[in-house]
């Protein structure tokens, strides 16, 4: 028996591209801080991830991404991170390649997917890397599992699930929290497959 997500409600889509590997067996939740909200002209500064295997935390991830620009007051007051702590980090390309060796070939997992990735397209095209991976949105899940819900930042929604309190808009906090929604939701999409 095989069960397949086809979202024939509206236009979220929670998974983006194929591969033949179950998200509930091995996946990477991800999460980015960068200068700003354009893929174009803005850059990533610090990239945080958690592999997990069975549901279980197995590996982490951190890295600071120099921006070469100096960060906006906002920026700094949203995420904590200073010039300081990103002026001698590695390069956009260094960075990349350092998260993509750790999450190989395994799905991705983020809270508003479109964004991160959109991010990782983009630093990936002007350092010469591939990048094509299968990715999930938990922001579309979670539209899609908690109805009752009127808003879904990534805060809101730890909120609602109950989760610990987190260090939000830092990348390792942030991604270890889209694992601990994940682990939330793979009981719920195993109900309504089962019942499906």
């Not at 024939?8 to 960068?34: C, K, N």
């Not at 395994?106 to 890397?129: E, K, Q, V, W, Y």
Request: aromatic share 8%.
């Amino acid at each position: 028996c095989a069960g397949y997500y086809v979202n024939d409600v509206d236009d979220r889509i929670v998974v983006h591209g194929t591969q033949d590997m179950a998200f509930d067996e091995e996946f990477v939740a991800f999460d980015l801080e960068t200068t700003g909200l354009s893929s174009r002209k803005d850059r990533i500064i610090e990239i945080g991830a958690v592999r997990v295997k069975n549901g279980v935390v197995t590996e982490t991830f951190n890295t600071f991404a120099a921006p070469r620009r100096m960060l906006t007051t906002e920026i700094t007051r949203l995420t904590g991170i200073t010039d300081d702590m990103v002026k001698d980090a590695p390069s956009e390309k260094e960075a990349m390649q350092m998260f993509l060796e750790f999450a190989g070939d395994r799905p991705l997992i983020a809270h508003n997917a479109d964004f991160d990735t959109g991010f990782m397209h983009a630093a990936c095209r002007r350092s010469g890397l591939r990048f094509s991976p299968v990715y999930l949105d938990t922001l579309a899940l979670s539209q899609a599992l908690l109805p009752d819900m009127k808003r879904f930042k990534l805060d809101m929604v730890a909120n609602h699930l109950k989760l610990p309190k987190f260090n939000h808009h830092r990348a390792s906090d942030d991604a270890m929290v889209v694992a601990q929604i994940m682990a939330k939701f793979l009981p719920l999409l195993r109900h309504y497959l089962v019942l499906g």
